[in-house]
Nanobody, 125 residues
Framework: QVQLVETGGGLVQAGASLRLSCAASGRTFSLYTMGWFRQAPGKDREFVAAISRGGSITWYADSVKGRFTISRDNAKNTVYLQLNSLTPEDTAVYYC??????????????????WGQGTQVTVSS
């Protein structure tokens, strides 16, 4: 079992950058595929990015490809999401998620068993 805590959200202007962090408890973090999802007001939670256990493979939603970067540091039990060139459309609560089972569909919200509490990102125009 793993507990996830996101930090790094905030209020920024369009064009700015933020770095979100997700710290995991436990000693088996390197066995988890990690993902970032977001949920805007009135909308469903959606996939943003995911990263493989070792960090060598990443997946991105088309809407963030080229602007956001997911990375992880297994020695620090932390996964990151670098958000660049933010737009008001990126405003949402951002959640990190983890799943230990192999062979999951990384973009699937129901594939992940463990979730953080979320961190708010607000982008003003």
């Amino acid at each position: 079992q793993v507990q996830l805590v996101e930090t790094g959200g905030g209020l920024v202007q369009a064009g700015a950058s933020l770095r979100l962090s997700c710290a995991a408890s436990g000693r088996t973090f390197s066995l988890y595929t990690m993902g970032w999802f977001r949920q805007a007001p009135g909308k469903d939670r959606e996939f943003v990015a995911a990263i493989s256990r070792g960090g060598s493979i990443t997946w991105y939603a088309d809407s963030v490809k080229g602007r956001f970067t997911i990375s992880r540091d297994n020695a620090k039990n932390t996964v990151y999401l670098q958000l660049n060139s933010l737009t008001p459309e990126d405003t949402a609560v951002y959640y990190c998620a983890g799943e230990r089972s192999g062979g999951i569909y990384q973009r699937g919200i129901y594939e992940y068993e463990y979730w953080g509490q979320g961190t708010q990102v607000t982008v003003s125009s």
